[in-house]
């Protein structure tokens, strides 16, 4: 299982957590943000793959921000993914 933090942009939370085992998302967190939405969001995509989320979720805008807590958790978990392949490349 790898571990990776997420520093989010231009939203209310600030930070998603997230663990991989290979490209299947488990145990997502937000600090801050819409306590209800971001309660939710983690039980709905435990389990979906890294392809999954993106396709479902990037893009999503919240209000007038370029982006949102679900289009940042797609960004969050590419930036993931990346992160496993090059630490077991070295």
């Given at each position: 299982m790898f571990h990776y933090d997420y520093?989010?942009?231009n939203t209310c939370s600030q930070l998603?957590?997230?663990?991989?085992?290979?490209?299947?998302?488990?145990?997502?967190?937000?600090?801050?943000?819409?306590?209800?939405?971001?309660?939710?969001?983690?039980?709905?995509?435990?389990g979906w793959t890294v392809k999954q989320i993106e396709e479902?979720?990037?893009?999503i805008l919240c209000g007038r921000r370029p982006?949102?807590?679900a289009d940042q958790l797609a960004k969050a978990?590419?930036?993931?993914?990346?992160a496993e392949q090059t630490a077991s490349e070295g």
């Amino acid at each position: 299982m790898f571990h990776y933090d997420y520093k989010t942009e231009n939203t209310c939370s600030q930070l998603i957590s997230l663990d991989l085992d290979g490209e299947v998302v488990h145990n997502v967190r937000f600090l801050g943000g819409c306590n209800g939405n971001l309660k939710a969001i983690p039980i709905l995509v435990d389990g979906w793959t890294v392809k999954q989320i993106e396709e479902k979720l990037s893009g999503i805008l919240c209000g007038r921000r370029p982006t949102s807590c679900a289009d940042q958790l797609a960004k969050a978990v590419r930036a993931a993914y990346c992160a496993e392949q090059t630490a077991s490349e070295g």
